[in-house]
C-alpha cells in the first residue's frame, strides 16, 4: 500500500511539473488539447488524493468512474497529435481529414461494439471498466500508430514536442491495454495492475516533460502537401 501511494504521490508531482513547464513556455498555447488532458488528470488526482487520505470508503467507487472519463478524454490526445502532424490549412490535412475521420468513428464503433456486447457478462462496474480501458485503449493505440504510419509514409518529419507526446502515450496505452486484458482474464492479475498502470503512467509523464521541455514543433509540411493558398 505504501509503495502504491508513493507511485500515485510522485505522478502528481511530474504532472505538476508538466503543468508548469506548459504555463512557463506559454506551450498551453500551442497545445491546448494536450494542456486540457494534462489539467483533467491533474485535477482528477488531486481529487483522488483527498478522497482516499479522508474518504476512504468512497476511493474505489470515484476512482472507476473518474477514470472512465479519463479514457475519453484521452481522445483529445490522439487529436493533438494528429493535429500538430497535419495542421489544419495543409495539403495533407485536406487530403486525409475525412479519410481518417470515417476510420476513427468505425474504430470508436468497434470499441463500443466490443465493450457492450458482452455487458451482461460483467458482474462490476470494475469489470466494466476493465473492459472500456482495453477496447479504447487499443482503438486509440491505433489511431496513435495510424497517424505515426501516415506522418512517415508523406515524408512527413516530427518535431522533439509531438514525438515524444505520442510514442510515450502509444506505449502507455499499449501497456495499460495488455495490462487491463490480463486484469480481466484472471482476478490474480488485478493487484499488479494496480502497480503496472500507474507505474507506466509515471513514465510517461517523465518522457512528457523532456519532450516539452524545449519547444520544438514539427517542422513545416513542404511539397505536394504543402500548405494550400
Same mark, same amino acid.
Not at 498555447?29 to 468512497?58: D, G, H, K, V
Not at 476512482?63 to 479514457?71: K, L, R, T
Not at 487499443?138 to 505520442?166: C, D, E, P, S, W
Given at each position: 500500500?505504501?509503495?502504491?501511494?508513493?507511485?500515485?504521490?510522485?505522478?502528481?508531482?511530474?504532472?505538476?511539473?508538466?503543468?508548469?513547464?506548459?504555463?512557463?513556455?506559454?506551450?498551453?498555447?500551442?497545445?491546448?488539447?494536450?494542456?486540457?488532458?494534462?489539467?483533467?488528470?491533474?485535477?482528477?488526482?488531486?481529487?483522488?488524493?483527498?478522497?482516499?487520505?479522508?474518504?476512504?470508503?468512497?476511493?474505489?467507487?470515484?476512482?472507476?468512474?473518474?477514470?472512465?472519463?479519463?479514457?475519453?478524454?484521452?481522445?483529445?490526445?490522439?487529436?493533438?497529435?494528429?493535429?500538430?502532424?497535419?495542421?489544419?490549412?495543409?495539403?495533407?490535412? $485536406?487530403? !486525409? &481529414?475525412? *479519410?481518417? %475521420?470515417?476510420? =476513427?468513428?468505425?474504430? /470508436?464503433?468497434?470499441?463500443?461494439?466490443?465493450?457492450?456486447?458482452?455487458?451482461?457478462?460483467?458482474?462490476?462496474?470494475?469489470?466494466?471498466?476493465?473492459?472500456?480501458?482495453?477496447?479504447?485503449?487499443?482503438?486509440?493505440?491505433?489511431?496513435?500508430?495510424?497517424?505515426?504510419?501516415?506522418?512517415?509514409?508523406?515524408?512527413?518529419?516530427?518535431?522533439?514536442?509531438?514525438?515524444?507526446?505520442?510514442?510515450?502515450?502509444? $506505449?502507455? !496505452? &499499449?501497456? *495499460?491495454? %495488455?495490462?487491463? =486484458?490480463?486484469?480481466? /482474464?484472471?482476478?490474480?492479475?488485478?493487484?499488479?495492475?494496480?502497480?503496472?498502470?500507474?507505474?507506466?503512467?509515471?513514465?510517461?509523464?517523465?518522457?512528457?516533460?523532456?519532450?516539452?521541455?524545449?519547444?520544438?514543433?514539427?517542422?513545416?509540411?513542404?511539397?505536394?502537401?504543402?500548405?494550400?493558398?
Amino acid at each position: 500500500m505504501a509503495l502504491s501511494l508513493a507511485i500515485f504521490l510522485a505522478s502528481i508531482v511530474f504532472q505538476v511539473c508538466v503543468l508548469w513547464l506548459m504555463a512557463r513556455n506559454t506551450l498551453w498555447r500551442m497545445y491546448p488539447f494536450l494542456s486540457i488532458y494534462i489539467i483533467w488528470i491533474s485535477l482528477e488526482n488531486f481529487t483522488l488524493l483527498a478522497t482516499y487520505l479522508l474518504f476512504p470508503a468512497l476511493y474505489p467507487h470515484l476512482y472507476w468512474h473518474s477514470d472512465s472519463i479519463d479514457v475519453v478524454l484521452r481522445l483529445l490526445v490522439v487529436w493533438e497529435v494528429f493535429h500538430q502532424t497535419f495542421p489544419k490549412g495543409s495539403g495533407l490535412n $485536406g487530403s !486525409l &481529414s475525412k *479519410s481518417l %475521420a470515417i476510420v =476513427a468513428f468505425l474504430l /470508436l464503433a468497434f470499441a463500443c461494439g466490443a465493450t457492450f456486447w458482452g455487458y451482461q457478462n460483467y458482474i462490476s462496474f470494475r469489470s466494466i471498466h476493465l473492459a472500456v480501458d482495453r477496447n479504447f485503449g487499443f482503438v486509440q493505440a491505433v489511431m496513435i500508430l495510424g497517424t505515426l504510419l501516415m506522418a512517415r509514409y508523406h515524408g512527413v518529419k516530427y518535431g522533439r514536442n509531438v514525438r515524444g507526446i505520442a510514442l510515450a502515450f502509444g $506505449g502507455w !496505452l &499499449s501497456i *495499460s491495454t %495488455a495490462s487491463s =486484458a490480463m486484469a480481466e /482474464l484472471t482476478n490474480s492479475f488485478l493487484p499488479y495492475w494496480f502497480y503496472l498502470r500507474p507505474l507506466s503512467f509515471m513514465a510517461m509523464m517523465v518522457a512528457w516533460l523532456w519532450a516539452l521541455w524545449i519547444y520544438e514543433p514539427t517542422p513545416q509540411i513542404n511539397g505536394p502537401g504543402a500548405l494550400a493558398n
